[in-house]
């Protein structure tokens, strides 16, 4: 789980390859959240997993176009680490 400003992302990787992404405000309300699954024979990749699901999970929220720049760049800034 990573909290950014007043926002809270967790990402959750499951039994069948899928990894979830929950998007929470500042009040741990849910905001959003999106899916990525990965097909039978397709090489596992949690990286892009995580990319895939939190885009989805941004385009269901009501997020201005600079909050889910400002959410991009703290996910990349994380991931750098």
């Known amino acids: 789980?990573?909290?950014y400003k007043d926002v809270l992302i967790d990402f959750t990787?499951?039994?069948?390859?899928?990894?979830t992404c929950f998007i929470f405000d500042g009040?741990?309300?849910p905001e959003g959240v999106g899916f990525a699954f990965c097909r039978t024979g397709d090489k596992y990749n949690?990286?892009?997993g995580e990319k895939l699901s939190l885009k989805r999970a941004l385009e269901t929220t009501k997020f201005s176009k600079q909050?889910?720049?400002e959410?991009?760049?703290m996910y990349f800034e994380w991931?750098?680490?």
Do not use: C, I, P, S
């Open 71 to 73: 959410v991009w760049r």
């Open 46 to 48: 949690a990286m892009e």
């Open 13 to 19: 990787v499951g039994t069948r390859r899928q990894t």
């Open 79 to 81: 991931t750098k680490t």
């Open 27 to 29: 009040f741990g309300l």
């Open 1 to 3: 789980m990573e909290k």
């Open 67 to 69: 909050k889910r720049a």
